[in-house]
């Protein structure tokens, strides 16, 4: 899973992406304007757990990169900042995350305005979109005088239609309703505004405590747009990364801070992108896989190996709770919770999968 942090200079986004990866901040690299790359793990107590019954020599965990991309210059509206080599970058993410200012700051000609500076960038978004669908509307077209479409031609023709008037008319590509078969048309261009956003709305200190409800009103505005929002405090959250695990859980508990920043992220950008984590677990290691929810268990296969996907035969199953409550497989097959599931099943999150396969 790759998320591209973007919003607007001096919203505290590159403090996020530090609380987010566990990493420190460079002075010298502070007005640099490159992509900053960091990889973190997706905490989860179950593959710990599976780890300790199964004596693991390994745990590994679901991996999220998170990318902090150069912000959009204060007063640079008119001028897309995606024109920028930075705009490869972000066109590769699976997912967006954009940080908004919900604090004072008085080094900024602009007061404080979560929302302006969501339809800002969102605006940036889908004028980027508009750009790439028009070039490409506009050759296909040519190429259709001179020729028969084909049936391919004649749906992308269609879809980039469909998808160019819905730009037009300002609105991001992620609520364009499409067939699978349609969206596929539309996947090699990897537009902007079709990837799933999750708003980071930044708050002082003094809103730490009503972060929840201050996110809840953002959303509101952006419900038909297909955000997510979630509200945080970054300068007090990297004050709490400090502290060790008994000062921080007090810390947490008198400003009313129920889960830390990270965590709150990461299972947002988990849910925002419709994935779920199945588990594998033995002696060499205990693992999380992300999946889509909906995906079967030949795709579990393909997530572990191509190979596993290609030579499928069956899938051992077992829930993880009722793995932990009967203490191992043994307990489970004891009581009929191991099952064969074929191709078809739905996997489920927590499912512990063992593939058999052939070759």
């Known amino acids: 899973m790759n998320i591209g942090l973007i919003g607007t200079p001096q919203s505290g986004k ?9 990493t420190e901040a460079d002075a010298t690299s502070a007005h640099k304007r490159e992509v900053l790359r960091g990889t973190t793990h997706v905490p989860d107590a179950r593959v710990d757990k599976l780890s300790e019954m199964s004596d693991s020599k390994k745990v590994i965990y679901t991996t999220v990169e998170y990318l902090d991309t150069p912000g959009l210059e204060e007063g640079a509206s008119k001028q897309s900042w995606f024109d920028s080599v930075f705009s490869s970058e972000l066109k590769n993410a699976d997912a967006l995350a954009l940080v908004v200012r919900g604090f004072e700051n008085p080094a900024l000609t602009e007061g404080i305005d979560p929302a302006r500076d969501v339809r800002r960038v969102q605006d940036e978004l889908v004028f980027a979109d508009l750009i790439v669908i028009e070039k490409r509307h506009e050759k296909l077209q040519k190429q259709i005088r001179v020729k028969v479409p084909t049936s391919q031609e004649t749906l992308e023709l269609e879809v980039l239609a469909r998808a160019k008037e819905q730009l037009e008319a ?190």
């Open 14 to 22: 590159t403090t996020i992406f530090h609380l987010l990866t566990g």
């Open 170 to 359: 300002g609105r991001p590509l992620r609520v364009l309703e499409l067939q699978s078969n349609e969206k596929k048309s539309l996947r090699g261009f990897q537009l902007l505004s079709e990837k799933p956003i999750l708003v980071i709305l930044n708050l002082p200190e003094s809103s730490a405590r009503d972060a929840e409800k201050l996110a809840a009103e953002l959303a509101t505005q952006f419900a038909s747009d297909g955000m997510a929002v979630i509200g945080l405090s970054a300068a007090i959250e990297a004050e709490i990364s400090q502290l060790d695990d008994e000062e921080r859980a007090v810390f947490m508990q008198d400003l009313g801070i129920t889960q830390p920043a990270r965590e709150k992220v990461l299972q947002s950008s988990y849910h925002l992108l419709g994935l779920q984590s199945f588990l594998t677990t033995g002696d060499k290691e205990s693992r999380a896989w992300p999946i889509h929810i909906g995906e079967t268990a030949v795709d579990a296969a393909g997530v572990i190996h191509s190979d596993l996907a290609r030579g499928f035969i069956r899938a051992e199953v077992v829930h993880y709770d009722d793995f932990v409550r009967e203490g191992g497989y043994a307990g489970c097959r004891a009581k009929g919770h191991v099952r064969l599931e074929g191709k078809e099943y739905v996997v489920k999150d927590g499912d512990i999968l063992v593939i058999r396969h052939s070759g």
